[in-house]
């Protein structure tokens, strides 16, 4: 009875699996589609007379190798920066008491809370000052902290024992090595699990890059993907999915060198 | 020595932190708070003073009513797809499974890879009611697919479905991490005493994992009002009549394509306070139930 | 010794920097100065974006002394006069802008502009390059309320119907019956009897370009003197026409980019849409498909508002106002609309190259342009209301989005107008 119980939670399981994955087999086949089989062969996920058309269309009309280098820099120093801005902040408010404590870390909680909308345009003017409008760098400013980052690294940290930071304290260990000798090994898991999610949904950022990036030189790999969701021209379905095929190289390949790392702190620290 | 340090350094930790917020956070909102109390279109060389006729406007205007009705179906619908279903399903992979979990975890997770602009044009293509793939297998076993694009409930169904395509796996590993953090002797000893499964689940793991939970939930609501904007720009526009369009988008709307500054500043404020009473709701809910547990 | 070595070096290190200097000097005052300047535009890749490149690309090596970027502006006009908006409130505006009709006098009212006139004066003496180049009519969608010329037309088009030829054959449907709004609705109600099938998709972009056509081929007015006069006896029938159509399952009422899969996949018979669609849709449907006339209501004719862009100069400084203006007249050679027209699927604006062989032989292998070329005699300026156009145009959206929800036509279409006129003052 047991068993049978366990083999029916696999099947819900296994339908979600199907409900996650079809979708991305759907864009990869469309992406060696002709237009034409993208609307009169529908159904089959084996393409017709699969060709490679899309690509080689992509890569006259656009420079790949820009587009994926201007996303990745920006996602990185938006990555690097939350990671450092985050440690250090739930660093302090994790090792010390100050004045105001309260007061400071309940305003940076509340930065969850504010809606991208409220900054927006306020934001634009100040890159725009600092003339770094069409450069991924004003892009990447105005998110270099993050207030996610901070309570996550803080709830991880204040898991770490009193006495093992009292001990090095008495220790005379310096601050600093206690960071980065003792706390930082201690969230290594956290620090890789959060670090990838911020490059992928940086990576993946739409709004406000739509809004510093108007160069074409400066694009980033999703508003390239604009050029071909025009609703006056049609829009090219395959030449879509193949530009979303090549954009999700990077964060696979990624999430494929540190998924376990990720998954191995998951089952280390919790059941088998 | 040491005694200067500490109160000195915490600030020197906080600074990069405190100076990025101040310049791209805390002025904006202040710019912000400012614009609403003006009519403007963005370029104009004057502003002109309206007191409070824009926030009047957001509460009276019958668009804008509709719109903040939107929202809290958003939410709801958020809160079910995005975080408890997540949830449900972590704790059966954690608890209830022995088998594929390494496999699962990987599979789940590699939706959120994507983006929302891909999530949004492969959905409406797959979704599309008279000529996608699935309106043909439904027909082909006798269904019709309703014409969801032109009802606001079922379109807001269909963009919480796809951003729950994409969030699922993000939100499924923070609270599998979460779970995951739960100490094991605990657990353990929880299996020797032979409790049942669903008990330990409900009276030890949901309480100690209810830090990330909270997270979760409110990252969900937040967020997920957030990251619906792609799927609402790219598909529905906010129709039919702003039958899909939620507070986030209306700013956007009122900003970028009506270019009315004050009226999208005073939407926009007033998403800022509805959010902060969220936040102040949270916390109060946390701090009462630690109480309870500590 | 070392310190002589030093010596010599930095005689020889700033007998380099003067060489540069002068080198630099002689440079920029003996060669002709170029002159910069941005064209910002909205053509997609999807839609022509290479066309614009290689424009520019020949114009940029036949002139020297210009030097010309183009910039994309994604989401159309309306992006585009977003990212204007911005770039005015950051000091950085571009020189050339395409300007959708829409937008004419919302431009006109909140940027500072050369109208084309100036323009001509200023640089040539002579109006004579604006008056050769367009008729009439053409340049009357570029004026703004109050008669100015904002731009000079750039790119027309018209809405037309495109049909599916199989359909159509299957089910025994004269194509001369679609001349008229009626026809269309028998045949449709002919065709989803039948298969099931929708007979008729009318786009749903963020305007209301094509429903104002088939109000206006009611015999309906959109505006007069600057008001809005659609909840017209006429405008209330056209529309409840739409609506009926709609309701019983006739009509697809969808976005536009699912409306548009619908008919190229064969799910609808018949599309009114912008001529714009040919090459997506003659690339992509694996059907016979051709286009015809927008049809029109019996005992009126078919009137379209016209759709497109004009290209005006927004460039402050006298040189690059020069330069733009140049690029301008380049780019309204014979030779290079025609390309632009070829490339985009847009009518070209100019008289001489709608006449040119070069175009004429180009409908004849694309047949479905040749109804959008017929439309453009019957074609009138796109509604722009002087005052807060861009809320009227919301006005208008809205209105058809709720009759197509079910509300009442009459009742929706009057309050849509009176919220316009009152903003009209």
Known sequence: MFKRKVNLWHVLLILIVLMAILPILFMISNSFKTLQDSYSSMLSLIPKNPTIDNFLTLNRQVNLLGLTWNTFLMATIVTL???LTGLLTAYAFRSYQFRGKMLIYLLFVATIFVPFTIV??????????LDLLNNVVGVALPQLCDATGIMIFLKTMEKIPNSLIDAAHIDQIPNRKIFFNIVIPILKPSIVSV???????????????TLILKDKGSFTLPLALQNYISSEGGTNFPLAMALSTIMIILPLLIYLIFQ???????????LK | MLNKNNKILPFVYLLPTAILLTIFMIIPILYTFYLSFFDWNLIAPTKEFVGLKNYIEVFTDPVNQKVILNTLIYIIFLVILNFVIPYFISLIVKFFISKMQGTYKVLFFIPSLFSLVVGAMIFTWILNPVSGPLAYILKAIGLTMP???NSGILAITVICLITNWKVFGYNFILLLTGLGSIPKNIIDAARIDGIPKWRLVWNVILPMNRGIAIYVLILTIVQGLQYVFTPINVITTGGPYYGSSNVIYQTYLNAFVLYKTGTSSALAITTFLIFLILLFLEIKFVESRDKDYV | MNKKFFRNLSVVLSLLALTFIFAGCSKKSSANEVTKITYWHVNAQTQGGATVDQLVKKFNDTHKNIKVTAKYNPNMYQGLM???QSAQASGKVPDIVQVGWAYDNYFASNFKYMTPTDAAKKFDGSNKFIDTNFNKRSLSFAKDSTGKLVGLPYSLSTPVLFINKDILAKYNIDENSLQTCEGVKEASQKINQQSGKYGLYIQEPGDTWAQQALMLSHGADIQKNGKATFASKQGIAAYKYYQDMVNSKLALHTPWAQGMDSFVKGDVAMAFTTIAQASHIKKSASFNAAAIVAPHFKGSKTVVPVGGSMLSITAQDEKQQKAAWEF???????????????????????KSALKSADFKDYVKQNPMLQPAVDTLDNAIPWTSFPQKGLQAEQ????????????????STLKSAQEKINAQQK
């Open chain 2, 147 to 149: 014409n969801w694009s």
């Open chain 1, 120 to 129: 927006m345009i306020p934001n634009y003017l100040v890159i725009a000052k």
């Open chain 3, 395 to 410: 006005a208008m959206i809205d209105a058809r989005d709720k009759i197509l929800s079910g509300s009442n036509v009459s």
């Open chain 1, 260 to 270: 376990k790392y990720i998954l191995n702190s998951i089952s280390n620290s919790g």
């Open chain 3, 82 to 84: 977003q990212n204007l």
């Open chain 1, 195 to 209: 670090g990838a999610i911020f490059f992928i949904n940086s990576w993946n950022e739409y709004v406000w890059p």
């Open chain 1, 81 to 83: 920066g939350k990671l």
């Open chain 3, 328 to 350: 301008e007249k380049f780019m309204y050679s014979n030779d290079s609309t025609v390309t632009w027209s070829k490339g985009t699927g847009y009518l070209p604006s100019t």
